[in-house]
Nanobody, 123 residues
Framework: QVQLVESGGGLVQTGGSLRLSCAASGRTFSSYAMAWFRQAPGKEREFVAGMPTSGTVTYYADSLKGRFTISRDNAKNTVYLQMNSLKPEDTAVYFC????????????????WGQGTQVTISS
């Protein structure tokens, strides 16, 4: 029953920044672990960042650590992905995902997904 809507994608130059937002429906947002995944054309959907329901700990793909930051505002039912120092390799459709239970970086563990937002990085 959870509905997720991503926004904030766009076209930026190498080295630029974007902040993606994922708005969730309902009043149970704080009970869900959240994650961001991305998928480039012809490639597998890969884990980007995740955050469990409790605490402020965050998890990232090793290659993205230091450039991307995930955060959440439970009062606004929104999760964010701040992306800095963007590279052409970051070009992909970015998806927000949610699950009730423990955090995971495995995409099949997430039953709820947004529609995705396109991020394009030009050289």
């Amino acid at each position: 029953q959870v509905q997720l809507v991503e926004s904030g994608g766009g076209l930026v130059q190498t080295g630029g920044s974007l902040r993606l937002s994922c708005a969730a429906s309902g009043r149970t947002f704080s009970s869900y672990a959240m994650a961001w995944f991305r998928q480039a054309p012809g490639k597998e959907r890969e884990f980007v960042a995740g955050m469990p329901t409790s605490g402020t700990v965050t998890y990232y793909a090793d290659s993205l650590k230091g450039r991307f930051t995930i955060s959440r505002d439970n009062a606004k039912n929104t999760v964010y992905l701040q992306m800095n120092s963007l590279k052409p390799e970051d070009t992909a459709v970015y998806f927000c995902a949610a699950r009730s239970g423990v955090w995971s970086r495995i995409r099949s563990n997430y039953p709820y997904w947004g529609q995705g937002t396109q991020v394009t990085i030009s050289s």
